[in-house]
């Protein structure tokens, strides 16, 4: 069974940072596309950065410059590191397949992370 389990959340103030981690079990993860999506209270979930299996990056224009994404093929692991938070980034941050196959159910629990002074 595929399980995502991702970390790294906080309460932060703005402009601080953070490393989310995202570790994938029960599929060939070095074969897919994969990305951070987020959930804000009262919105749909969004995605907000991805990568494919080479290595190539995406970003959702409202995080370009402070978020990248990266993965390490070896441990099965996906990192975000966030910088410059701002109160609009307040979210559920999870981690899932991108790309053209989609995602995949079940998704994991997320990581909560909090903006604010």
């Known amino acids: 069974q595929v399980q995502f389990v991702e970390s790294g959340g906080g309460l932060v103030q703005p402009g601080g940072s953070l490393r989310l981690s995202c570790v994938v079990s029960g599929i060939g993860f070095r074969a897919y596309s994969m990305g951070w999506y987020r959930q804000a209270p009262g919105k749909q979930r969004e995605v907000v950065a991805t990568?494919?299996?080479?290595?190539?990056?995406n970003y959702a224009d409202s995080v370009k410059g402070r978020f990248t994404i990266s993965r390490d093929n070896a441990k099965n692991t996906m990192y975000l590191q966030i910088n410059s938070l701002k109160p609009e980034d307040t979210a559920v941050y999870y981690c899932?397949?991108?790309?053209?196959?989609?995602?995949?159910?079940?998704w994991g629990q997320g990581t909560q992370v909090t903006v604010s002074s």
């Open positions: 899932n397949r991108a790309g053209g196959l989609g995602y995949i159910t079940p």
């Open positions: 990568i494919t299996s080479g290595g190539s990056t």
